[in-house]
């Protein structure tokens, strides 16, 4: 990804945002068979050694556990929300300045290890997690669970999908967000977002 100096991302709290915001990955591998792309939702651990590990599933149809090895390479990528900017929104083309339309985005590229499990007590613990973050806020009696079902149609699920995990080896990620325009500007800008439904990319400026 190219990454100007002043788009850099280093903030491991942003980058964590992003990764828990929008959730719903990128794999891209380079298989026996060319290369791939699988959208899965992924959610990042970070085991007491200080490691990033990328958690996930995907379906035993899915070819991927067969075109690639344990421990081969994969890039992940999370995209967060994205927005074309119209010259028209910064007050300084009104000072006779002249502005061309960009696109405001942040991204980022995960590379990594991955390891495909057929454990069942991985795939119900990795399961237990993805549910007990994307089910509304996990405190409602009303939330989904793994218990929801009987043991038997669980049985029978797991043996339908593969655990995977992704050692995280390299990170790179990207805000583009208006760092090279004037505070009037990036002011602007980020009230024309936020009345056009664009709230998290607002907010991402807003904490620049």
Request: hydrophobic residues 35%; without cysteine.
């Amino acid at each position: 990804m190219y990454v100007p100096k002043l788009f850099e991302e280093n903030r491991e709290d942003e980058i964590k945002r992003i990764i828990e915001n929008f959730p719903l990955a990128t794999i891209v591998a380079n298989t026996k068979n060319g290369l791939v792309a699988n959208h899965i939702p992924l959610l990042l651990n970070k085991p007491s050694n200080g490691k990033k590990i990328l958690i996930g599933h995907i379906a035993k149809t899915n070819n991927l556990h067969k075109e690639l090895e344990n421990n081969d390479n994969v890039m992940v990528i999370f995209k967060s929300e994205d927005a074309y900017i119209s010259p028209n929104w910064y007050p300084t083309r009104n000072k006779k300045r002249e502005h061309v339309p960009t696109w405001n985005y942040q991204a980022v590229h995960l590379h990594g290890n991955i390891i495909f499990n057929h454990d069942q007590q991985f795939l119900l613990k990795t399961l237990d997690e993805l549910i007990k973050i994307f089910e509304k806020d996990n405190k409602k009696k009303t939330d989904w669970k793994v218990t929801d079902i009987s043991s038997k149609f669980m049985s029978s699920m797991l043996k339908e999908i593969v655990g995977i995990e992704i050692n995280i080896t390299k990170q790179i990620a990207k805000s583009k967000l208006n760092q090279n325009r004037e505070n009037e500007d990036i002011k602007n800008v980020i009230k024309e977002l936020k009345n056009n439904g664009y709230s998290f990319l607002s907010n991402s400026m807003d904490k620049l």
